[in-house]
């Protein structure tokens, strides 16, 4: 891991920086852009990794449900890649999951290696009950839509895989 990185729980004042670090990744269709007030609405989700006082990288852990959350824009600049910054990210959203009390983790993600050496699991179908699925169903949450796999955001999802790390 790279020295003198930390990762801490994200504030107001880091999304300006966290879009732009995402900005460059969605126009490569690999992350989602959002709207600017989802990721205000978002801050408690997010942690963000600082070395040399900079943002290098960001990601968040979204509840979907009891015992289910999501690992939601995990990125990392170009320059700090290869240096441990989304392990270190990873670990704490990881850790924040387990202190929510969700026994699940659920990522949509072109980065299957990765998250792999992680303990997740690619998917196939549903990992929720069709009782929760309904529930999910009433979700304004784009998100939540991916997860759920809903044709109108098959678009969005192209080429992901679904995956899964049980706690």
């Given at each position: ?25 969605a ?14 609405e ?10 040399d ?16 959350a ?21 670990d ?12 699940r983790?659920?990522?949509l ?9 992680h303990?997740?699991?690619a998917?196939?179908?549903?990992a ?24 109108r ?10 995956m899964?790390?049980?706690?």
């Amino acid at each position: 891991m790279t020295s003198g990185l930390r990762v801490r729980p994200a504030r107001t004042s880091d999304m300006r920086a966290i879009r732009a670090l995402v900005s460059p990744l969605a126009e490569r269709r690999i992350l989602l852009q959002k709207e600017a007030v989802a990721y205000y609405e978002a801050t408690g989700d997010f942690v963000v990794a600082e070395l040399d006082d900079r943002i290098v990288g960001c990601g968040a852990v979204h509840v979907l449900w009891e015992d289910l959350a999501e690992i939601r824009t995990l990125a990392v600049t170009d320059e700090a890649l290869g240096r441990g910054v989304g392990t270190a990210i990873l670990d704490a959203l990881v850790e924040r999951g387990r202190g929510l009390g969700v026994r699940r983790l659920f990522c949509l993600t072109f980065e299957t290696a990765f998250f792999e050496r992680h303990g997740f699991e690619a998917i196939e179908g549903q990992a929720v009950s069709p009782e929760v699925y309904a529930e999910l169903l009433r979700s304004y949450d784009e998100g939540v839509a991916e997860f759920l796999d809903l044709e109108r955001v098959k678009p969005n999802t192209l080429g992901n895989t679904r995956m899964l790390k049980v706690l």
